[in-house]
Nanobody, 126 residues
Framework: QVQLVQSGGGLVQAGGSLRLSCVASGRTFSVYAMGWFRQAPGKEREFVAGIRWAGTVSTWDADSVKGRFTISRDNAKNTVYLQMNSLKSEDTAAYYC??????????????????WGEGTLVTVSS
């Protein structure tokens, strides 16, 4: 069992920055990757960014956020971050961190995730 607790989020002006955090607890040794997803009202949950939890760092970014968002990890703190820069109104959504319980799964697939954070709302004003 893994618990994911998020922090961050809030209201930010377009062009501004925000950093989200996700702290994993429980059987964190069973986590192989972590990802960030977002869901806007009336929209499907979509992949934002992913990172390998342990070992060599590999990251994956959605095209919509590439160059603006950066995912990173701090294994000593069991934490994954999402640094969001140059925010746009279209980034407004509920953001969720997530993790699969098995390796070798597609981190970009929401339906492949087994553990989810509670979500945090990011609102970008224009």
């Amino acid at each position: 069992q893994v618990q994911l607790v998020q922090s961050g989020g809030g209201l930010v002006q377009a062009g501004g920055s925000l950093r989200l955090s996700c702290v994993a607890s429980g059987r964190t040794f069973s986590v192989y990757a972590m990802g960030w997803f977002r869901q806007a009202p009336g929209k499907e949950r979509e992949f934002v960014a992913g990172i390998r939890w342990a070992g060599t760092v590999s990251t994956w970014d959605a095209d919509s956020v590439k160059g603006r968002f950066t995912i990173s990890r701090d294994n000593a703190k069991n934490t994954v971050y999402l640094q969001m820069n140059s925010l746009k109104s279209e980034d407004t959504a509920a953001y969720y961190c997530a993790a699969p319980r098995a390796p070798f799964v597609d981190i970009t697939r929401a339906d492949a995730m087994d553990y989810w954070g509670e979500g945090t709302l990011v609102t970008v004003s224009s």
